[in-house]
């Protein structure tokens, strides 16, 4: 039977996050840690004018954190500014593709509060 | 002897089906019965506020207050129940005395001596007045396996030195700290000493005239009682020169509009209606206590930690911190596993109704320290069993599984 929460498609991102490792050039740069766990992640955007050119991260952290992270990255690459401020916390649970138990939602959501500082 | 049939929480999971594994006794631990009723018939048959109503209920109410303070000064062997003050917790006590302390004898550049293995709760009260005061905060740090010891601490005090705060026994290493012998030091060098008694006063013998401390704070919650309620002892002499940390209610002698008397202790640091259901709940979890006897817990602590160890010492890239002999530790272990996070191993666990505690466990210094963001904790208290700990080692190894790297 399928696991609910490690699913293959987070176990996959967890083994192999997309957009991982940090490059040097970048407009932006967040680090945020989860005040719960400890859990750190920074993340480096490249802006196009109002446009995502590029995202990379690096992150300590559990399974839930970093697919959450690596997922995200893939999927804002080319919105716009506004399009990521209007990126909500049941989004990232429509890209985990689960619904995220209260006490894990911290960590489901690190990689979006780094990113929502820098847009 | 198995004292789970006491604690009608396992009972409760038990008939659902989903037998309780409770390994976070640390964070706070389950009740007997014996409190649950105590706090029961107190609501059924005493509720009324205290030291206010002229009627029988009310004085009713006020003696089984003041019955559970005595209660508590004698299971701390203090001098008298004036120096047994009611508080909502370890945190709060440890802020009133902070705060106290700021306000009356500490100066400027004066030096307050703790550990890195300080929970939070031990280390932002006084980071307080180092911001507030200029006071300079000193760190000791424990050796390799989690222990203080003596030399090292004589060599951080200075002339300056006023107080120390340790923990009795450490929420994370699990260590034991020689509290009577840190006492008689600090004592003879003049400086005041505050022992956190959270982790320790639900699993060792108290007795805060043979650790010669100055303050021992502690929760209810940690040792089976009620939450909300907590103790401050203090030395009367001291207590008596401190300025009250709230204000209001209960705790005056004469108020006009410029000038105010404070009440004399107790009353003087109970400012406003008290938790008297909560005191009356604590006193019951001593009687519990006493009931049990420290030697039986002092056993089944040794017991779990043994078991601990040599369970999860079969696992395979398991790092165990604090003491190696269980003789040296309290109810408390601390351990990483390569490749599993805390977190995830918590959320695996919790599906068998396995609780543990996974994170930083408020102490963010000593996990720098340590090098880790995170680690898995496991504490016990009289009800744990052995099976516990072979659920847990068997938990851990079905999370080893589940997160195992696909091909
Ligand atoms: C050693 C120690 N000190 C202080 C505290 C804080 O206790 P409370 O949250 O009850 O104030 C704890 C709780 O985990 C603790 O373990």
């Given at each position: ?10 176990m996959s ?19 945020y ?14 802006f ?6 590029a ?7 559990c ?7 690596s ?17 909500v916390?049941?989004d990232?649970?429509?890209?985990l593709g ?9 960590c ?12 | ?44 048959e ?8 002229i ?27 004036n ?70 601490i004589?060599?951080?005090?200075t ?8 923990s ?8 034991i ?23 320790s ?24 009682g ?8 203090g030395?009367?002499e001291?207590?008596a ?57 002092r056993?089944i602590?040794?017991?779990m ?15 165990i ?21 805390p ?48 659920q ?16």
């Amino acid at each position: 039977m399928p696991d609910t929460l490690y699913s293959d498609t987070i176990m996959s991102h967890y083994y192999h996050p997309q957009n991982y490792g940090l490059w040097p050039e970048f407009s932006a740069e967040q680090r945020y840690a989860n005040p719960l766990c400890g859990d750190i992640i920074t993340v480096r955007m490249r802006f196009d004018g109002e446009r995502i050119e590029a995202v990379c991260f690096e992150h300590e952290g559990c399974v839930i954190s970093r697919a959450a992270a690596s997922l995200l990255c893939e999927d804002i690459l080319g919105k716009t500014k506004q399009e990521i401020r209007e990126i909500v916390y049941a989004d990232i649970e429509g890209l985990l593709g689960i619904a995220v138990m209260p006490a894990r939602l911290k960590c489901s959501i690190l990689a979006l509060e780094a990113i929502r500082r820098m847009v | 002897m198995n004292h789970k049939s006491d604690f009608p929480i396992f009972d409760y999971f038990q008939k659902q089906g989903k037998p309780l594994v409770y390994l976070d006794s640390a964070a706070m631990t389950q009740m007997p019965r014996a409190v649950i009723d105590a706090v029961r018939s107190h609501d059924e048959e005493a509720h009324a506020n205290v030291h206010r109503g002229i009627y029988a209920l009310s004085e009713t109410a006020t003696a089984k207050y003041e019955q559970a303070r005595e209660t508590v000064r004698a299971f701390l062997n203090a001098r008298s129940a004036n120096e047994i003050i009611f508080t909502r917790n370890t945190t709060e006590s440890i802020n009133l005395v902070a705060y106290a302390l700021g306000k009356s004898m500490l100066r400027e550049g004066d030096r307050i001596l703790i550990s890195r293995a300080e929970h939070h709760s031990n280390i932002l009260p006084w980071q307080m007045l180092a911001e507030e005061k200029g006071i300079v905060l000193d760190m000791v740090d424990a050796d390799e396996q989690g222990k203080i010891s003596l030399a090292v601490i004589e060599r951080l005090i200075t002339p300056a030195t006023r107080l120390a705060a340790f923990s009795h026994v450490s929420h994370v290493l699990g260590t034991i700290n020689p509290v009577a012998e840190m006492g008689k030091l600090f004592r003879e060098r003049k400086i005041l000493f505050l022992v956190d008694a959270a982790q320790s006063v639900g699993h060792l013998p108290t007795d805060v005239q043979e650790i010669w401390c100055d303050f021992l704070v502690f929760s209810g919650h940690k040792m089976g009682g009620p939450t909300g309620i907590g103790v401050l002892y203090g030395r009367e002499e001291l207590l008596a020169g401190m300025p009250p940390f709230l204000r209001g209610g209960g705790m005056i002698q004469d108020v006009s509009f410029d000038h105010t008397e404070f009440a004399v202790l107790p009353a003087k640091f109970e400012a406003g209606t008290p938790n008297v259901s909560g005191a009356v709940g604590l006193a019951a979890a001593i009687e519990y206590i006493r009931k049990i006897g420290f030697d039986e817990i002092r056993k089944i602590d040794e017991e779990m930690t043994t078991e601990l160890f040599s369970r999860l010492g079969q696992i395979k890239g398991i790092t165990i911190f604090g003491p190696h002999d269980a003789k040296d530790r309290g109810g408390v272990a601390s351990f990483t596993l390569d490749g599993i996070h805390p977190h995830d191993l918590a959320t695996i666990l919790d599906r068998d109704n396995i609780c543990i505690r996974a994170g930083h466990h408020c102490a963010m210094p000593l996990m720098k320290y340590l090098g880790v963001l995170a680690t898995t904790r496991t504490s016990f208290w009289v009800y744990n069993t052995r099976d516990d700990v072979k659920q847990l080692a068997e938990g851990i190894e079905k999370s080893r599984l589940l997160l195992k790297k696909k091909p």
